[in-house]
């Protein structure tokens, strides 16, 4: 195991671990190099011999970017890699404490193997700062999970929906359709002159129920959501619960300020 | 002065009043590099997405929008919006400018046809302004917060200024009877070992001698602090182990009787 502070030309490889060991996560900005080196290297805080890297056998296996404000910005090692995880926290930490900060913070997926790690360094658990998603236009959200996802429909349904959204903010689209037949999905932001399915709910359901905060049947169950005709409810629910976010979202710091 | 003001997108000219405001409003960040990077040197800074809003010339409040790319799942990557560096001036609060300026940016950009806006913020916050102006739900879970704390460096200020308060006879004669020594092992933080007296606080390094010894983790540590805790939450701590608190009943009480001076020197940034 080799730790070094970061040197021109690691860019690429940081980049690739970074979007290869968070791709099941949702909620952040996928790097790229010219991203990573404006909200890393550039930051005010940061210095090249803050950026610590480990390899292990020549291949990147982990870096953690630490600023003299006492945040870990970025914290990244391969799955399973302990080793590299504890030298990275053992060499942010050292160079941190001679900066003189009261304390360091770095936030992860809950469910990482490396929270070991982060233990076993003293670090505990904090309460803190949220994440929240809303959206200007629904019609544009819908289209984006549904062709995603296309491939799922095909012969399931067959319907054109007119989906009416009340309580919604400034700026934002009250309505929208859905016209779904055989391997086709098209969204339009007015409501088709015949849909065979009206849906009503409230925006913030909508996007409840979309990024997985509320369940769609106890959404009906509650009467927070309306079907006309009743008989259509369970290709409602099917089509919602098929294109809601299932999956876990992580934003490291470096993407939070 | 709620309608004099009206609201329009940055102007270069704009940029030393709106680096002021942005530091004003977060004491925290490094003093004037913070603006420049963030947006300046963004490689996706576009003046049009910041909207200012002025009174009489003056530049009194703006809002930031940063454009992204960010990941709903593991396939799916959409063009979205950041809602960053919302800022108003303190004498201007509570007066609508900040709905306002959401409004306009909203407004200027209803044809770009964005899928997602995101932000971050604590819940009180989003809840009182962000929901109901802008719609903003909680995004999915998953991401922990760890912290480490090196010292108590800002507890000693804090404890610097409130034994000024004591010497300038802010409290009285009612800390005259106080001989109490309380640690507090924090996971993940060494022991904080303070003495209280009528001359004020003290930190000690006699962790053995103490009257009281508070054992929890950090974050239910922060939450006691906050008081963000109720009681029964209190109590399913102290049975649960999750936070212990040994010493005589006496001086137990002598703390409970002294809550709010530790509080005090407890509150606010810490570490």
Redesign the interface.
């Given at each position: 195991m080799l730790v070094r502070t970061v040197r021109d030309g690691d860019e690429p490889a940081i980049v690739e671990l970074f979007n290869r060991v968070y791709c099941r996560y949702g909620g952040f900005v996928p790097r790229t190099v010219e991203y990573w080196r404006w909200c890393c290297l550039e930051r005010p805080d940061v210095k090249k011999d803050g950026v610590f890297l480990a390899f292990d056998g020549g291949n990147l296996s982990g870096y953690a970017v630490a600023g003299s404000s006492g945040n870990i910005w970025e914290f990244c090692v391969a799955d399973g890699d302990e080793k590299a995880a504890d030298a990275l926290l053992v060499e942010a930490v050292n160079y941190l404490e001679k900066t003189e900060v009261s304390s360091v913070n770095v936030n992860v997926p809950g469910d990482a193997a490396f929270t070991k790690s982060l233990r076993k360094a003293g670090f505990g658990e904090v309460p803190a700062v949220e994440m929240f998603v809303t959206t200007l236009n629904p019609a544009a959200l819908v289209d984006a999970l549904v062709t995603s996802r296309k491939q799922s429909f095909v012969g399931r349904f067959d319907d054109e929906l007119a989906v009416r959204l009340h309580d919604v903010p400034y700026g934002v689209s009250k309505e929208f359709s859905v016209r779904i037949r055989d391997a086709s999905v098209e969204i339009a932001e007015a409501l088709t002159a015949k849909p065979s399915i009206i849906v009503d709910l409230g925006f913030s359901d909508f996007l409840s129920v979309l990024f997985g905060g509320s369940s769609v049947s106890r959404l009906f169950l509650s009467g927070k959501i309306k079907v006309k005709p009743l008989r259509k409810l369970f290709a409602v629910l099917a089509l919602l619960s098929a294109i809601r976010l299932e999956g876990k979202w992580f934003f490291p710091l470096s993407d939070f300020i | 002065m709620d309608n004099c003001f009206k609201c329009r997108t940055l102007q270069e000219e704009d940029e030393q009043a709106i680096r002021r405001l942005v530091e004003l409003a977060f004491p925290?960040?490094?003093i004037g590099?913070?603006w420049d990077?963030?947006y300046l040197?963004?490689?996706s800074f576009d003046r049009s997405f910041v909207a200012v809003a002025e009174d009489e010339g003056k530049i009194i409040g703006c809002n930031h929008w940063l454009r992204?790319?960010?990941?709903?799942?593991?396939?799916?990557?959409?063009d979205s919006?950041l809602g960053a560096s919302i800022a108003v001036l303190a004498e201007y609060r509570k007066k609508g400018v900040g709905k306002a300026l959401?409004?306009f940016l909203?407004?200027q950009?209803?044809e770009?046809?964005?899928?997602?806006?995101?932000?971050?913020?604590?819940?009180e916050l989003?809840k009182h302004f962000?929901?109901?102006?802008?719609?903003?739900?909680?995004?999915?879970?998953?991401?922990?917060?760890?912290?480490?704390?090196?010292?108590?460096?800002?507890v000693n200020t804090n404890m610097t200024d409130f034994n000024t308060r004591v010497k300038q006879g802010e409290f009285g004669d009612r800390l005259n009877n106080v001989d109490l020594t309380v640690v507090f092992k924090?996971?993940?933080?060494p022991p904080l070992c303070l003495h209280l007296d009528g001359e004020g606080f003290e930190t000690t390094s006699s962790i053995e001698k103490a009257d009281v010894t508070i054992s929890s983790?950090?974050?239910l540590f922060?939450?006691i602090r906050d008081q963000?805790i109720g009681m029964r939450m209190l109590i399913g701590s102290l049975v649960t182990g999750r936070l212990r608190i040994g010493g005589s009943p006496r001086k137990m009480f002598e703390l409970y009787k002294n809550i709010r001076a530790f509080r005090e020197i407890l509150s606010g940034k810490?570490?």
């Open positions: - | 925290f960040l490094p590099k913070f990077w963030k040197r963004n490689p992204r790319k960010i990941k709903l799942s593991d396939s799916i990557v959409v919006m959401i409004h909203r407004s950009h209803s770009r046809k964005l899928a997602l806006m995101y932000m971050f913020a604590d819940s989003r962000h929901t109901p102006v802008a719609g903003y739900v909680p995004a999915p879970g998953g991401t922990v917060w760890y912290r480490k704390i090196l010292n108590w460096n800002k924090v996971h993940g933080a983790d950090g974050k922060t939450k963000q810490i570490t």
